[in-house]
T-cell receptor, first 111, second 115 residues
Framework: GEDVEQSLFLSVREGDSSVINCTYT??????LYWYKQEPGAGLQLLTY?????DMKQDQRLTVLLNKKDKHLSLRIADTQTGDSAIYFC???????????FGAGTQVVVTP | EPEVTQTPSHQVTQMGQEVILRCVPI?????FYWYRQILGQKVEFLVS????????KSEIFDDQFSVERPDGSNFTLKIRSTKLEDSAMYFC?????????????FGDGTRLSIL
């Protein structure tokens, strides 16, 4: 079955890069997503990648995918205080319409 | 930017009562979803809906749950006889089509508290 794992907490200084890691278990072709949740808000889609790609860059965000190790990472360059949030990794798994989420990584940005 | 809207933001209900959670998906989207997140746990898939019928549902989505698109804009989740363990944040999502490169967009959620 599918399982998505994330580290639970990351502290980073303002201006540094953040790297949030995720591992997944599904072996089929899959889409992998990163969502951001700020306090009291919903899940905001940040970016996504298909499992036949290695990398995707979108402004300050870089997604790296190691398909062999089933490891996904999200790098945030020049981290700002507004980046403080919970970041969720999710995959489509065996069904396009059914997202499987990780537990979320709480990112705290300190001045 | 178009967004998914959910009402109410917080619902408090007595155990055993029926509750309806409402969602307005993005207007040109055809696929609709409900997820829930119990405090401290992962976001879990409940159900997907397309063309006025359920496409897929999880084991959580038992007979006490139902979904409906009563008109051209709303998408509702009904819990018939609520239990304490139904307390959770419920998220609605929608996507243009049901394939992975058309990602799901989420609302801000409804926090359901069962007393």
């Amino acid at each position: 079955g599918e399982d998505v794992e994330q580290s639970l907490f990351l502290s980073v200084r303002e201006g540094d890069s953040s790297v949030i890691n995720c591992t997944y278990t599904d072996s089929s072709s899959t889409y992998l997503y990163w969502y951001k949740q700020e306090p009291g808000a919903g899940l905001q889609l940040l970016t996504y990648i298909f499992s036949n790609m290695d990398m995707k860059q979108d402004q300050r965000l870089t997604v790296l995918l190691n398909k062999k190790d089933k490891h996904l990472s999200l790098r945030i360059a020049d981290t700002q205080t507004g980046d403080s949030a919970i970041y969720f990794c999710a995959e489509t798994g065996d069904s396009w319409g059914k997202l499987q989420f990780g537990a979320g990584t709480q990112v705290v940005v300190t001045p | 930017e178009p967004e998914v809207t959910q009402t109410p933001s917080h619902q408090v209900t007595q155990m055993g009562q029926e509750v309806i959670l409402r969602c307005v998906p993005i207007s040109n989207h055809l696929y609709f979803y409900w997820y829930r997140q119990i405090l401290g746990q992962k976001v879990e898939f409940l159900v997907s809906f397309y063309n006025n019928e359920i496409s897929e549902k999880s084991e959580i989505f038992d007979d006490q749950f139902s979904v409906e698109r009563p008109d051209g804009s709303n998408f509702t989740l009904k819990i018939r006889s609520t239990k304490l363990e139904d307390s959770a944040m419920y998220f609605c999502a929608s996507s243009e089509v049901g394939v992975g490169d058309q990602p799901q967009h989420f609302g801000d959620g409804t926090r359901l508290s069962i007393l």
